[in-house]
């Protein structure tokens, strides 16, 4: 299965018919087109009642093969980075928890970019790679040319307990140890509805 986030909304592919059975408001197709998908993103866009598309097709990875064709591909990395408390942690930027992640640099390695970035936006150091995470997708207009942004995340530890300073000329206001019960009640009310689908199937 692959979840494509548009804002708050839902584009899902799938052989599962279980998996639409738990959504609601949601438009099924059992195809898949390019040439539907101009069409689809604007409903998704201004359509107020709708919040999935689901497209349940025998090939998933086909059907998310030539979806993915449509746009430009960005991709990016970053960690669920977990201390010896076992709290995890989260920045905040543009109102939002988030995560912390980036761009992946030409010629660079996907799990370096994921440690590279969790520097450069925490000042946290000594971060070990535990294992690869299930990846995120998102969906952006930039210059009104349609986004796909993957974001590969890795689980991370570090032992680090220095000072957290949150990387400002990127717009993040501040950097945090949660634990589990302040992501609950604290981050999922307030972050985007991708990174909330992320830590809720973790």
């Known amino acids: 299965m692959y979840k494509v986030f548009i804002k708050?909304?839902?584009?899902?592919?799938?052989?599962?018919?279980?998996?639409v059975d738990k959504l609601d408001s949601c438009l099924k197709f059992t195809f898949f087109s390019t040439a539907i998908l101009p069409t689809l993103l604007n409903l998704l866009e201004h359509d107020k009642k709708l919040s999935n598309v689901i497209f349940l097709v025998n090939d998933v990875e086909e059907c998310f093969a030539q979806f993915k064709s449509f746009f430009t591909v960005i991709e990016a990395a970053g960690g669920v980075v977990k201390?010896?408390?076992?709290?995890t942690l989260f920045i905040?930027?543009?109102?939002?928890?988030?995560?912390?992640?980036?761009?992946i640099e030409k010629g660079e390695q996907v799990e370096e970019a994921a440690i590279r970035?969790?520097?450069?936006?925490?000042?946290?150091?000594?971060l070990l790679i535990k294992k690869?995470?299930?990846?995120?997708?998102?969906?952006?207009?930039?210059?009104?040319?349609?986004?796909?942004?993957?974001?590969?995340?890795?689980?991370?530890f570090t032992d680090f307990d220095g000072k957290l300073i949150p990387q400002q000329e990127e717009g993040i206001e501040k950097v945090e140890?949660?634990?589990?019960?302040?992501?609950?009640?604290?981050?999922?009310?307030?972050?985007?509805?991708?990174?909330?689908?992320?830590?809720?199937?973790?």
Not at 117 to 125: G, L
Not at 138 to 151: A, C, D, F
């Open 132 to 156: 690869q995470l299930n990846d995120c997708y998102h969906i952006y207009h930039l210059k009104e040319k349609p986004i796909l942004k993957r974001t590969f995340w890795f689980e991370m």
């Open 92 to 103: 905040y930027r543009l109102d939002k928890w988030d995560l912390p992640k980036g761009k």
């Open 83 to 87: 201390n010896a408390n076992n709290e």
């Open 117 to 126: 970035e969790v520097e450069e936006e925490c000042a946290v150091s000594g």
């Open 177 to 202: 140890w949660l634990t589990n019960k302040q992501i609950e009640e604290v981050v999922l009310k307030n972050t985007y509805a991708s990174i909330a689908d992320f830590l809720n199937c973790m």
């Open 8 to 19: 708050e909304k839902r584009i899902v592919f799938t052989n599962n018919q279980h998996h």
